[in-house]
Protein backbone atom coordinates (compact mmCIF):
# COMPACT_ATOMS: atom_id res chain seq x y z
CA UNK A 1 0.00 0.00 0.00
CA UNK A 2 2.49 2.28 0.70
CA UNK A 3 4.66 1.66 -2.43
CA UNK A 4 0.92 2.67 -4.12
CA UNK A 5 1.10 5.89 -2.57
CA UNK A 6 4.74 6.73 -3.22
CA UNK A 7 3.62 5.65 -6.77
CA UNK A 8 0.76 7.88 -6.87
CA UNK A 9 2.74 10.58 -5.49
CA UNK A 10 5.47 10.31 -8.04
CA UNK A 11 3.21 10.22 -10.39
CA UNK A 12 1.28 13.79 -9.55
CA UNK A 13 5.19 15.13 -9.22
CA UNK A 14 6.13 14.44 -12.51
CA UNK A 15 2.70 16.24 -14.13
CA UNK A 16 2.76 19.16 -11.84
CA UNK A 17 6.37 19.60 -12.89
CA UNK A 18 5.36 18.66 -16.21
CA UNK A 19 2.93 21.81 -16.68
CA UNK A 20 5.02 23.85 -14.13
CA UNK A 21 8.41 23.76 -15.93
CA UNK A 22 6.12 25.28 -19.50
CA UNK A 23 4.83 27.95 -17.43
CA UNK A 24 7.76 29.43 -15.76
CA UNK A 25 10.63 31.78 -16.66
CA UNK A 26 13.63 32.60 -14.93
CA UNK A 27 14.00 36.34 -14.58
CA UNK A 28 17.42 37.39 -13.46
CA UNK A 29 18.37 40.29 -11.98
CA UNK A 30 21.98 41.68 -11.47
CA UNK A 31 21.70 42.92 -7.90
CA UNK A 32 20.25 39.62 -6.72
CA UNK A 33 22.46 37.78 -8.95
CA UNK A 34 25.50 39.46 -6.78
CA UNK A 35 23.43 38.44 -3.44
CA UNK A 36 23.27 34.77 -4.89
CA UNK A 37 27.26 34.94 -5.50
CA UNK A 38 28.06 36.24 -2.28
CA UNK A 39 25.88 34.69 0.07
CA UNK A 40 26.37 31.34 1.68
CA UNK A 41 23.72 30.90 3.34
CA UNK A 42 21.70 28.18 1.79
CA UNK A 43 18.85 26.14 3.07
CA UNK A 44 15.97 23.30 2.13
CA UNK A 45 12.95 24.55 2.31
CA UNK A 46 10.23 24.04 4.70
CA UNK A 47 7.90 26.48 4.19
CA UNK A 48 5.88 28.79 1.42
CA UNK A 49 4.35 31.83 1.97
CA UNK A 50 1.63 32.98 -0.18
CA UNK A 51 1.33 36.80 -0.83
CA UNK A 52 -0.17 39.30 -3.34
CA UNK A 53 1.52 42.67 -4.76
CA UNK A 54 -1.50 44.93 -4.17
CA UNK A 55 -0.78 46.71 -6.90
CA UNK A 56 -3.58 47.46 -9.13
CA UNK A 57 -2.44 48.41 -12.15
CA UNK A 58 0.06 46.66 -14.68
CA UNK A 59 3.34 46.60 -13.00
CA UNK A 60 6.83 45.04 -14.51
CA UNK A 61 8.78 42.97 -12.66
CA UNK A 62 11.82 44.94 -13.29
CA UNK A 63 9.57 48.08 -11.36
CA UNK A 64 9.26 45.90 -8.59
CA UNK A 65 12.94 44.74 -8.01
CA UNK A 66 13.50 48.55 -8.06
CA UNK A 67 11.23 49.25 -5.33
CA UNK A 68 12.13 46.88 -3.01
CA UNK A 69 15.74 47.59 -3.68
CA UNK A 70 15.97 51.31 -3.30
CA UNK A 71 12.79 52.63 -1.52
CA UNK A 72 12.76 49.20 0.48
CA UNK A 73 15.96 49.77 1.35
CA UNK A 74 17.14 45.93 0.61
CA UNK A 75 20.23 45.32 -1.48
CA UNK A 76 19.18 42.17 -2.59
CA UNK A 77 16.10 43.77 -4.79
CA UNK A 78 13.12 41.38 -5.13
CA UNK A 79 11.75 40.06 -1.79
CA UNK A 80 10.30 36.93 -3.64
CA UNK A 81 11.14 33.96 -4.89
CA UNK A 82 8.54 33.29 -7.40
CA UNK A 83 5.78 35.96 -9.07
CA UNK A 84 3.08 34.86 -10.63
CA UNK A 85 1.25 37.44 -13.29
CA UNK A 86 -1.70 36.88 -14.93
CA UNK A 87 -0.67 34.01 -16.79
CA UNK A 88 2.98 33.17 -16.33
CA UNK A 89 5.16 32.25 -13.47
CA UNK A 90 8.77 33.81 -13.14
CA UNK A 91 11.49 32.19 -10.99
CA UNK A 92 13.46 34.88 -9.74
CA UNK A 93 15.71 33.75 -6.64
CA UNK A 94 16.86 30.18 -5.99
CA UNK A 95 14.85 27.99 -3.72
CA UNK A 96 17.39 27.37 -1.23
CA UNK A 97 18.72 31.35 -1.01
CA UNK A 98 17.00 33.18 1.48
CA UNK A 99 14.06 35.28 0.45
CA UNK A 100 13.04 38.66 2.22
CA UNK A 101 9.55 38.56 2.20
CA UNK A 102 8.45 37.73 6.11
CA UNK A 103 9.16 39.85 9.05
CA UNK A 104 11.72 37.06 11.19
CA UNK A 105 11.09 34.35 9.07
CA UNK A 106 13.13 34.09 6.06
CA UNK A 107 15.32 31.17 6.70
CA UNK A 108 13.90 27.95 4.57
CA UNK A 109 10.66 29.73 3.85
CA UNK A 110 10.11 30.52 -0.46
CA UNK A 111 8.11 33.94 -1.12
CA UNK A 112 5.29 33.38 -3.73
CA UNK A 113 3.67 36.67 -4.85
CA UNK A 114 1.21 37.06 -6.96
CA UNK A 115 0.20 39.76 -9.04
CA UNK A 116 -3.16 41.61 -8.12
CA UNK A 117 -4.66 43.43 -5.09
CA UNK A 118 -6.70 40.19 -3.47
CA UNK A 119 -8.56 43.05 -0.41
CA UNK A 120 -10.38 44.21 -3.86
CA UNK A 121 -10.22 41.78 -7.08
CA UNK A 122 -9.68 38.01 -7.15
CA UNK A 123 -6.54 36.05 -8.29
CA UNK A 124 -7.46 35.18 -12.28
CA UNK A 125 -7.88 31.49 -12.99
CA UNK A 126 -5.12 31.13 -14.90
CA UNK A 127 -3.56 32.54 -11.52
CA UNK A 128 -5.16 30.06 -9.26
CA UNK A 129 -4.31 27.36 -11.77
CA UNK A 130 -0.47 28.35 -11.86
CA UNK A 131 -0.38 28.94 -8.08
CA UNK A 132 -1.72 25.46 -7.45
CA UNK A 133 0.38 23.55 -9.94
CA UNK A 134 3.77 25.78 -8.32
CA UNK A 135 2.57 25.32 -4.97
CA UNK A 136 2.11 21.62 -5.20
CA UNK A 137 5.39 20.78 -7.45
CA UNK A 138 8.04 23.04 -4.47
CA UNK A 139 5.68 20.90 -1.66
CA UNK A 140 6.52 17.58 -3.75
CA UNK A 141 10.07 18.92 -4.67
CA UNK A 142 11.17 19.64 -0.88
CA UNK A 143 8.80 17.74 1.08
CA UNK A 144 7.42 20.50 2.60
CA UNK A 145 4.43 19.57 5.06
CA UNK A 146 0.70 20.70 4.04
CA UNK A 147 0.50 23.06 7.41
CA UNK A 148 3.37 24.94 6.65
CA UNK A 149 2.44 26.38 3.31
CA UNK A 150 0.58 30.13 4.59
CA UNK A 151 -0.70 32.91 3.89
CA UNK A 152 1.60 35.98 4.83
CA UNK A 153 -0.67 36.60 7.84
CA UNK A 154 -0.92 34.06 9.51
CA UNK A 155 2.95 34.49 10.20
CA UNK A 156 3.30 36.20 13.99
CA UNK A 157 4.26 39.66 14.15
CA UNK A 158 3.67 40.19 10.59
CA UNK A 159 0.93 42.90 10.93
CA UNK A 160 -0.51 42.05 7.52
CA UNK A 161 -3.72 40.54 5.86
CA UNK A 162 -1.72 40.19 3.10
CA UNK A 163 -2.65 37.61 0.77
CA UNK A 164 -5.82 39.66 0.81
CA UNK A 165 -9.40 39.11 2.20
CA UNK A 166 -10.79 37.95 -0.81
CA UNK A 167 -8.21 35.00 -1.24
CA UNK A 168 -9.81 31.82 -0.40
CA UNK A 169 -6.76 30.42 1.52
CA UNK A 170 -9.08 27.31 2.64
CA UNK A 171 -10.44 26.67 -0.81
CA UNK A 172 -6.89 27.18 -1.98
CA UNK A 173 -5.10 24.62 0.08
CA UNK A 174 -8.02 21.77 -0.83
CA UNK A 175 -6.01 21.86 -3.67
CA UNK A 176 -2.79 21.25 -2.03
CA UNK A 177 -2.41 17.16 -1.79
CA UNK A 178 -1.34 15.31 1.34
ZN1 LIG B 1 2.85 39.61 1.94
Known amino acids: MRIFKKFIRLVFFVL ?3 FVSREILNQNFQDVEICFTQTTQKAAPKYITIHHDAIEHPVTLDEINRYHRDSCGWSCGFAYHFYVSENKIYQIRN ?6 HVLNANTA ?3 ICLHGNFDKTKPTLKQQILLIALVNYLKF ?3 IPKQN ?3 HQDWEQNNTHCCGQNFDFEKFKTF ?3
Do not use: H, M, Q, R
Open 95 to 100: EETKGA
Open 176 to 178: ILD
Open 109 to 111: NIG
Open 149 to 151: IKP
Open 141 to 143: KFD
Open 16 to 18: FWS
